[in-house]
């Protein structure tokens, strides 16, 4: 065995396990746990790693409407519901080369009860007609539309982000904006528009992104004097300011946050959530006296951002340094998390952390008078995280059924359905709602976000499709039987598995079912990466690993010119040249001898590479 993974060579991290026994080769763990970056060590396997992180801590930041209020009422008095909404069919962007190869799904069945409908069949019903598997662009387009995340509108790569998508970037929201204020940053708000002089500030910067600024150049039906920009980032926007407000290093550190959209006018096919021309981040903006203070905050805010993927969305990443060529070209060097769609085999950029040097601070003459009353050049940082996060999660975990979201980034976390049968007596009817309502308020004291589903017009089998299809973690199922047995049915919409819970112990399952499924959710996308990403020590196994759509993971002696001719080597009539994803933080042992998988050099460091977004 041993030999003939000597000889693959390349190998996919499962089939290195002889090699790790044999400690020649670091434990997958190192490297993938990057992912966690749990150096915190002590924490001797993957799951409790996981369990440590994933306590759910689904009260603390809970900031999604309450539930609908027909949940509370008894199904008698509700009016009844209206089907689903007929909407217009969904407009694909306009420009051609830019039109998803089919339109997405119109709507859904009707499962009303009178109206025959398609309840219980994914197939004829709500489930999707595309399958992850075999058409992924298309499911994926299909998906966000079906499940209501997301509307296509009439400007071509905009979308529009409908209350479940916003509610979960409120997740996210809430989460990261309490940790950065924990670290001392502020929230601010600067403005949208930017005078051609100030953008070409940083000329040099804005140079290799010119082509994606938006102009306004018309007010009314006159022609503007000179043409504003839409921010595409704030850089230019921001540091003239702060070269007025910092003046000793009594103001310093300074460190602002603020929460906007800007517009990058993208020419590449658009996606939602992943790429659109106008789209919703954080940016955050810092300067310090000294290097050691801004580097710490770039590794900060850089753990900050594997917790949002790992820890809320259940997504694995990989934590690393860009190369000299993939960095953003104003800073000193760029930090990232790379997450990665087996499906489609592509790396994609999850969020990026950049030290700036003061490179900026020199463009912009920001300066602080220290204590001997030398002046000296601000260090910098700025970091970003965008609602591409939330496609990554999407892409990560939803199937063929719809959305399934990791329980702490869901809107709502459990749908209760009672199952009233026909010939159920109109007494058992009512202790039925009451122990819905019960149930409900006993699980919200609890910090679980629920809604209840007791619309009298739709068969059980349509609702359980309705709500698989957004995603709900958990399905508690309350019918007469259960009535019987005082207990209820939860179905875990991760792996379908059902069990029956007794009333008494609801309100302390549920929680810790949800736990559960959060660090199942993000084992399970654990695995799938680990058994992408080969090790490769030629560029033969290089283009092997790229055609089984997997990352590469090989020795490397850090030249900008070699990337430059992998990417063209590795660029094929139907796919993309592939690059460094990134130089991961945790790798296994380089040890010295090593050579680079393409020129042969002496290794420097490891790197990811991968075809990417
Ligand atoms: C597009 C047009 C103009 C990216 C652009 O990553 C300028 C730019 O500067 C541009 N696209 N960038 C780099 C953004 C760097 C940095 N800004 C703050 C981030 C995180 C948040």
Not at 47 to 56: D, E, T, Y
Not at 507 to 526: C, N, Y
């Amino acid at each position: 065995m041993l030999t003939r993974l000597l000889l693959l060579g390349s190998k996919r991290y499962t089939s290195l396990l002889p090699l790790l026994a044999s400690g020649s080769v670091a434990p997958i763990q190192n490297i993938l746990l990057s992912a966690n970056s749990l150096s915190k060590a002590g924490l001797p396997t993957l799951l409790s790693q996981q369990q440590q992180r994933h306590k759910m801590a689904s009260t603390e930041e809970s900031n999604v409407p309450a539930p609908a209020p027909e949940a509370e009422k008894p199904v008698a008095e509700q009016p009844a519901a209206a089907p689903p909404a007929k909407e217009k069919k969904e407009k694909a962007p306009k420009e051609k080369k830019e039109k998803p190869k089919k339109e997405p799904k119109q709507d859904q069945a009707d499962g009303k009860k009178s109206g025959g409908g398609a309840a219980g069949d994914a197939k004829g019903g709500l489930g999707l007609k595309n399958s992850k598997k075999d058409n992924f662009g298309e499911w994926y387009s299909e998906l966000v539309v079906a499940s209501e995340l997301i509307s296509y509108y009439d400007v071509s790569g905009c979308y529009i982000l409908r209350p479940w998508a916003y509610a979960m970037w409120e997740v996210v929201q809430g989460w990261f904006d309490k940790r950065i204020k924990q670290l001392g940053v502020q929230n601010s708000y600067f403005p949208l528009f930017i005078t051609e002089d100030v953008l070409n500030t940083e000329k040099d910067h804005v140079e290799g992104f010119a082509p994606e600024v938006a102009w306004v150049t018309k007010y009314g039906n006159s022609t503007m004097d000179k043409p504003i920009a839409i921010r595409p980032t704030s850089e230019t926007v921001m540091y003239p300011y702060f070269a007025q407000w910092i003046r000793s290093h009594r103001d310093l550190p300074l460190r602002l946050n603020q929460w906007t959209n800007v517009v990058r006018w993208e020419f590449k096919y658009p996606t939602p959530f992943i790429r659109s021309r106008e789209f919703l981040w954080q940016e955050g903006h810092t300067a310090f006296a000294t290097q050691e203070e801004a580097e710490k905050e770039v590794l900060d805010i850089l753990e900050l951002y594997r917790g949002v993927y790992e820890d809320v969305l259940a997504v694995p990443v990989t934590k690393g340094r860009k190369s000299k060529k993939e960095q953003f070209a104003g800073a000193f060097y760029t930090t990232t998390v790379e997450a990665y769609i087996p499906e489609t085999g592509r790396g994609i950029q999850g969020a990026t952390s950049h030290c700036l040097g003061q490179n900026f601070s020199k463009m912009f003459s920001i300066q602080f008078e220290d204590d001997d009353r030398q002046k000296q050049h601000v260090w910098q940082n700025s970091w970003g995280l965008t609602t591409r996060s939330l496609g990554v999660m999407i892409m990560t975990h939803a199937d063929d059924k719809g959305l399934v979201l990791p329980p702490r980034v869901a809107p709502k976390q459990v749908v209760i359905i009672p199952i009233p049968k026909a010939n159920t007596p109109p007494e058992m009817v009512q202790a039925m709602m009451d122990k819905v309502s019960e149930f409900t308020a006993a699980l919200e004291g609890a910090g679980v976000r629920v809604v209840t589903d007791t619309r009298a017009n739709y068969t059980p089998g349509w609702k359980y499709n309705h709500w698989e299809l957004r995603g709900l973690p958990l399905r508690m199922e309350l019918g007469p039987k259960d009535m019987d047995n005082k207990a209820v049915v939860l179905a875990r919409r991760d792996t379908g598995a059902k069990e029956s819970v007794s009333w008494d112990d609801v309100v302390a399952r549920v929680p810790a079912l949800l736990e559960t499924i959060q660090a199942d959710m993000f084992a399970a996308a654990h695995a799938r990466t680990a058994d992408c990403t080969e090790v490769c020590h030629s560029f033969e196994q290089f283009m092997t690993a790229l055609s089984n759509k997997h990352m590469a993971l090989t020795p490397w002696a850090d030249e900008e010119e070699i990337e430059e001719e992998v990417k063209k080597k590795s660029t094929t009539p139907d796919a993309m040249g592939a690059k460094t994803l990134c130089l991961p933080f945790e790798a296994p042992p380089l040890p010295e001898g090593t050579k680079c998988f393409y020129s042969g050099k002496p290794a420097k460091n490891w790197a990811l590479w991968g075809r990417s977004y």
